[in-house]
């Protein structure tokens, strides 16, 4: 301070300084030391930050800055006015005693003494009014520049879904919402009404998956235009979560905390839809929120009325117009009409016949294996008595019943093949002998790559088994030959090659989805054109294909990937451009299954228990006599009906039965499964047993068999069924 030397000058006692400065109780007046600790504090710092002088004397004047950057930002005021006369002067959030934060603007000047600095006068004044009352303000013009932009464009759009996207988009920047939503009702060229909706701030696929709301405790006010919705936290709000099935947001929902809807209502008094936002912090809406929203849904009730009006006055022109235009073409062309009109009917006539026709081959079909199969299980179960009769000298007698059943065998399976191609099969899987699976499948291979390519199979010795669909496995060994064989234009080798194989740590390290252990791999080569590296990275993508457009769809690996991945494998390309292309699936090994397979062939059919009842419900007398008489065979008493109304009747008369054996397609007006239906009513405890050779839709949907139904697919075998039944009437109840 510069010393006051004149006495005739006035001067201030520092009591008096000290009056002055505490004075100012809207402004915090500070001083410092060298190091930031205060040496001074005024009335107004108290009122400001709520420290009393003794609390801070002493204390570093850090304390005042926000938590994470007090030290910092009190050397950088320090630092600025040391240098530039003047650290900090920027607005920004300050701390209060209690923890409080408030906006604040302050500068920090030094204080000399001559020509050194002494120390630093701090002065900070409270702008949180301020603040508050200018981002009020902002708030304000931009819900009126939201507004005013929504206003302008609804007012010219014409479109309604254009329309309610506008008001989505508007609601979502007007309310600060995360995302939202407009459910509301369409009519259609025909009149009819339904729900459609759009988002903002959230993809179509967050929503599409879940159904439409409904007229819960929480919706209903807003579809039923009962006035705006508005939650602090929607999961606790009474009204939320007492709707079954899930009882709230179901799993996988967008995250709903803070809620608002309001309803969309037009001038009519009709409820038009409703919008409704969501945040996923708690808190977000206010009072100005809901001021918005209800000045935005009266502009999109206003312009969604006059859309509707305008649609339904385009609509009555248009129709009119078209009315118009066809008396006049009607009059004009009604020769040409009447005869393009009777060739419509011929061409209508002869798809309509085509159709029948393709009906008729379809049922045909089903009928014709399901015959088949019928006859098939005549042939295999007298074979297979045969078989389990003939004495032991007999031995070209025995020769022949096996070749029989050879045959009969492969029969079964040709059938099974033919109904495979008219329907998908469901993943199914079984304990698999891949070598066993690779050497049936050859020939065919052979067959379908023609004579121009030479095929070999290679099987490995002691190649463990597998689980795992056998119709998926053999569609992806196929998929592969015939890849190879389009990849062979001139001709050329195929090899399919089996053998145990183990992934070890090393290799899973830089293959991540791959779990180490032992596998069963299956490798087909070929010596064709070969890949590329970037044609074998993108190989296994649905709908990447190398073929002319036409010659093929690119889901060939893709399945194959998908099939092998879901059996918990793995597959690999190796492919040389020029070399030709091996590709190897690796499925898991089945642990503990050949002790198993060996004490299965050496185990006795399973015969009956005391007085064990069943009855055989089958059209087919010569099947229904070999069912019989292989039950009464392994110890069941037996009872026998020829279709469902004579079963049905004969079970309200037995005092006993345990099984219901039954043929799905029957004849009679029921089926076999209408006849256990009908049968459990009458007999609760009753297990069923179906068969069939052609099942159509009675018991299998979608390619599964109905949840517990137990099924035993002709032909089958004398221990097959002995295993079956016993499995059946061992079994839980339904």
């Known amino acids: 301070m510069t010393q006051i030397t004149d006495k005739s000058e006035p001067q201030i006692a520092a009591w008096q300084w000290r009056q002055i400065v505490n004075g100012a109780t809207d402004t915090a007046i500070i001083t410092t030391d060298l190091q930031g600790r205060v040496t001074s504090w005024n009335t107004g710092a108290s009122k400001i930050l709520g420290w009393e002088p003794a609390e801070m004397l002493g204390q570093s004047l850090s304390r005042v800055f926000p938590e994470q950057d007090q ?111 407009f459910f509301y009702n369409v009519i259609n060229n025909a009149g009819e009404s339904y729900m459609l909706y759009t988002l903002s701030g959230a993809p179509i696929e967050a929503f599409s998956k879940f159904p439409m709301p409904r007229n819960t405790e929480v919706f209903a006010p807003t ?216 050497n049936g499948l050859s020939d065919m291979i052979h067959r379908t790559l023609g004579e121009t390519i030479d095929v070999e199979t290679v099987l490995g010795a002691g190649v463990w088994r597998v689980e795992a669909d056998p119709a998926e496995l053999e569609a992806a060994i196929i998929n592969l030959a015939v890849n190879a064989r389009d990849a062979m234009t001139n001709g050329g080798r195929l090899t399919i090659e089996t053998s145990n194989a183990h992934i070890d740590e090393a290799y899973v390290a830089s293959h991540t989805e791959v779990v180490a252990g032992q596998y069963v791999a299956i490798a087909v080569t070929d010596t064709g054109a070969g890949m590329d590296s970037k044609t074998v990275a993108q190989a296994f993508e649905p709908f990447f294909t190398t073929k002319a457009v036409g010659k093929g769809t690119g889901l060939g690996l893709s399945q194959v990937y998908g099939f092998v991945k879901q059996s918990g494998g793995h597959v690999k390309i190796y492919s040389e451009v020029g070399e030709g292309t091996t590709v190897k699936l690796y499925l898991p090994r089945l642990a503990a299954q050949a002790a198993g397979v060996e004490q299965a062939e050496s185990t006795p059919n399973p015969e009956a228990g005391q ?8 059209d087919d007398d010569e099947v229904r006599a070999y069912s019989v008489e292989t039950l009464r065979e392994l110890g069941y008493r037996v009872i026998e009906a020829h279709d469902g109304p004579s079963a049905l009747r004969l079970l309200e008369r037995q005092p006993r039965v345990d099984l219901l054996f039954t043929d799905v397609v029957l004849p009679g007006g029921l089926t076999g499964a209408q006849v256990a239906t009908q049968a459990k009513t009458l007999r609760p405890a009753l297990k069923v047993l179906f068969t069939t050779g052609y099942a159509r839709n009675a018991i299998i949907h979608h390619g599964r068999l109905d949840k517990g139904v137990q099924l035993i697919v002709k032909p089958f075998s004398f221990g097959d069924l002995a295993a079956k039944v016993r499995d ?4 839980a109840s339904d």
Request: aromatic share 4%; hydrophobic share 40%; no cysteine.
């Open 71 to 181: 030290e910092a930002q009190l050397r950088r005021e320090i630092e600025d006015a040391l240098s530039k006369g003047k650290g900090g002067g920027e607005e920004g959030w300050r701390l209060r005693k209690d923890g409080s934060r408030f906006w604040a603007v302050g500068e920090l000047s030094p204080i000399r003494d001559k020509s050194d600095v002494v120390g630093f006068l701090k002065i900070l004044r409270d702008r949180t009014a301020q603040r508050n009352a200018e981002e009020a303000i902002r708030e304000e013009r931009h819900a009126l520049e939201v507004l005013n932009r929504a206003g302008s464009a609804l007012a010219a759009e014409t479109d309604l879904e254009r329309l309610v996207q506008i008001v989505t988009d508007a609601g979502v920047a007007l309310t600060g919402a995360e995302f939202g939503a």
């Open 223 to 438: 579809f039923l235009g009962q006035g705006i919705v508005r939650s602090e936290d929607i999961t606790k709000d009474p009204r939320y979560g007492k709707n079954s099935p899930r009882k709230g947001m179901p799993e996988g929902h967008l995250p709903v905390r803070s809620y608002l809807a309001v309803s969309v209502i037009s001038r009519t008094g009709e409820v038009l839809g409703g919008l409704f936002f969501g945040h996923a912090r708690t808190g977000v809406f206010n009072e100005r929120s809901e001021r918005g929203l209800s000045g935005l849904a009266a502009e999109a009730a206003v312009a969604i009325d006059n859309v509707r009006l305008s649609q339904a006055m385009q609509r009555e022109i248009e129709e009119r117009k078209r009315a118009q235009e066809a008396l006049v073409e009607l009059n004009a062309t009604l020769e040409g009409q009447v005869t393009e009109r009777t060739e419509q009917l011929r061409k209508n006539e002869e798809a309509l016949r085509q159709s029948q026709k393709m009906e008729a081959v379809g049922q045909l079909t089903g009928g014709v294996a399901h015959d088949f199969n019928n006859l098939l299980q005549i042939i295999m179960g007298n074979l297979d008595t045969l078989q389990r009769n003939l004495p032991s000298e007999s031995g070209r007698l025995q020769r022949a019943a096996r070749n029989a059943m050879t045959g009969a065998q492969r029969a079964a399976t040709l059938t099974q093949r033919l109904l495979a191609f008219s329907r998908r099969q469901p993943l199914d899987p079984k304990p698999l002998d891949v070598n066993a699976l690779v």
């Open 611 to 618: 007085e064990e009842t069943i009855l055989v419900l089958e």
């Open 728 to 731: 059946v009437l061992d079994g």
